[in-house]
């Protein structure tokens, strides 16, 4: 998954979880779900792209 991609699935999650805890409240299990995908997907983005740039700049 190319870097602008996985950005863009963040900010559709991120959203999604913003609409479903206004709506069902922010314990309510279908927001913890949602929050944990959003974790997912960030869990990634610094594994691929933030990291690297620190191992990189530390060289």
Known sequence: ?????????????????????????????IAIRY???LDHLLNEYNRKYIKKTRRVASL
């Open 35 to 37: 929050s944990q995908e």
């Open 1 to 29: 998954m190319i870097k602008q991609d996985l950005i863009a699935l963040i900010e559709k999650k991120r959203a999604e979880l913003i609409q479903v805890a206004v709506t069902n409240g922010l314990t309510s299990s």
